[in-house]
């Protein structure tokens, strides 16, 4: 999708955040949160006070959202994390890349000199592919550390990139 734009989102937006977070969180198999886990509980955390979050839309419509935060603090500030979400009826459109390649602009503008993915599910190929072809190096590899819904016991990987 050529027409995406990408914009700060507000508490104004919790409706359509939730409504794009609830799908993954219920389904359990991109996400390391609580497949109970309330509304406001989720919107928490996604709007967690050092996340900066953010919102893809094309012709009106809301198609994911991201956050973008320091992945520590002190000595490794430096180094940014980010979370992706993309509305059910935008998979396999190109969102996840638009909002990846502007997260890494405004991570670069921002001053961060690296990018992290603390935890990213092994089984979540497609994020994996996407992160791969954008420079991403799977750095470490965390045996059966996620409890997969369908899948049993699942790798997780952290993810590194130099911006």
Known sequence: MND???RPATRTDDDTVWAMLEPVIRN??????PRDMTREAALAYWFAPANA???AESAGAVLGTYYLRSNAMGGGDHVCNCGYVTAPTAQGKGIARA?????LERA???GYRAMQYNFVISTNTRAI???TRAGFKV???LP???RHPTQGDVDALVMFRQL
Request: aromatic letters at 10%; a negative charge.
């Open 53 to 55: 979050v953010l919102l």
């Open 28 to 33: 359990g198999d991109t996400y390391a949160l």
């Open 144 to 146: 059966a550390a996620y």
């Open 4 to 6: 995406v734009t990408i």
């Open 129 to 131: 592919d996407i992160w």
């Open 99 to 103: 909002m990846l390649a502007d997260s």
């Open 139 to 141: 750095v470490g590899r």
């Open 108 to 110: 670069r503008a921002a």
